[in-house]
């Protein structure tokens, strides 16, 4: 397999903050296997295709709304008659902690596609401008964008609010889930004890803390079996297990399929 790059945003004179037409021409082939170090808000007035974020696949619908991380694994492959716009954008551009893990994909009401919609032309105005002033005055669209798709979600389905320890937690694993694997490294690096950061996961996720890393561990396993020419071996080296067999072990531990069954099962879902 063909190692897949981590796509940048381009543009960025523009202040990591750029939008488009989904039918825009695409620096990189979109409907292949990617990742990028942005975030892209995609907002879909006609439906039609489909896309796959981190080996979740869902049907491109009319009127809804998604949001992908950086990091994840992407794939995109829509209808010619699909219609809508994509925000990219990266993180130096937010000036406030968003609780952006919230977001799920958003199937909206007419009213309420309109209403992102709305937020979405003002931003796209205050941008075209290009001064200081109003390229501060499009941060804050942007940030009233994601506080409406968060507004959005179904009452019965938004999780409570992430303790802002937990959000640090999770960024820090995202960053360093390549280097350590120990709840106490991770709550070193939080500044809090092993136990404080356990009872917070336990009481928020109900989840250990060392739980929630091996999910984390788990996905940058297979973000690493799709998206780059490494072998086993070498996966096991970067990712730091003991050996190649203790890297077997974890995979065979937590799918029941060896390394090269799940890698094949990974790959049906990117066809």
Known sequence: MEQVPRHQLHHKEQGGLKIEDIAYSNPYDYTQLHRHDYYEVLLIRQGGGRQVIDFEESKLQSLSAYIVFPGQVHLLQRASGAKGSVVQFTQEVLFESLPLYNIESIIAQPAVFEE??????????????????????????????????????????????????????????????????????????????????????????????????????????KRLLMTQSLSHKEIAYLLEFDSPAAFSGFVKRKTNHTPTDLQAQLEQIYK
């Open 116 to 221: 992102l919609h709305t937020v979405l032309h003002l931003l796209q105005q205050a941008l075209a401008l290009q001064d200081p002033v109003s390229q501060q005055v499009a941060r804050h669209y942007l940030h009233i964008l994601l506080w409406k798709m968060i507004q959005a979600q179904p009452l019965s389905t938004t999780p409570a609010k992430t303790p802002a320890l937990l959000k640090q937690f999770l960024s820090v694993l995202e960053q360093h889930i390549t280097q350590s694997k120990a709840v106490k490294q991770y709550a070193e690096w939080l500044a809090v004890s092993p136990r404080k950061l356990n009872e917070m996961c336990k009481s928020h996720w109900g989840k250990t803390g060392l739980q929630v890393i091996h999910e984390h561990l788990l996905l940058e396993i």
